[in-house]
């Protein structure tokens, strides 16, 4: 099991930037794809983003895509969200989540086993 903490979310106007980080402990880190996700208020949880085990590999939601950059740090076990010219929409409580596997582009959180609490990521207009 992988222990997962986020950090970094606030309160940011529309066209802002924020970096979130997921500090990650427990099994080796190294060995797997990593996700970020997202709830809005009555929503479901969606997709946002993922990189592989490596982190030569991503892919995101169309939604995100061009604004959100997903990376990560194999030394600090840290994976990062790099969210630029946000809007309102992308309000939500962001989650980073450890894949069962080791490439990217898994979007179904079924294949997701280990998930940390959520930073909210507030975008005014």
């Known amino acids: 099991q992988v222990q997962l903490e986020e950090s970094g979310g606030g309160l940011v106007q529309a066209g802002g930037s924020l970096r979130l980080s997921c500090a990650a402990s427990?099994?080796?880190?190294?060995?797997?794809?990593m996700g970020w996700f997202r709830q809005a208020p009555g929503k479901e949880r969606e997709f946002v983003a993922s990189?592989?085990?490596?982190?030569?590999?991503?892919s995101y939601a169309d939604s995100v895509k061009g604004r959100f950059t997903i990376s990560r740090d194999n030394v600090k076990n840290t994976v990062y969200l790099l969210m630029s010219s946000l809007k309102p929409e992308d309000t939500a409580n962001y989650y980073c989540?450890?894949?069962?596997?080791?490439?990217?582009?898994?979007?179904?959180?079924?294949?997701?086993?280990?998930w940390g609490q959520g930073t909210q990521v507030t975008v005014s207009s």
């Open positions: 989540a450890r894949c069962r596997y080791s490439s990217e582009g898994h979007s179904e959180q079924h294949k997701y086993d280990d």
């Open positions: 427990g099994r080796t880190f190294t060995w797997f794809a």
């Open positions: 990189i592989s085990s490596g982190g030569s590999r991503t």
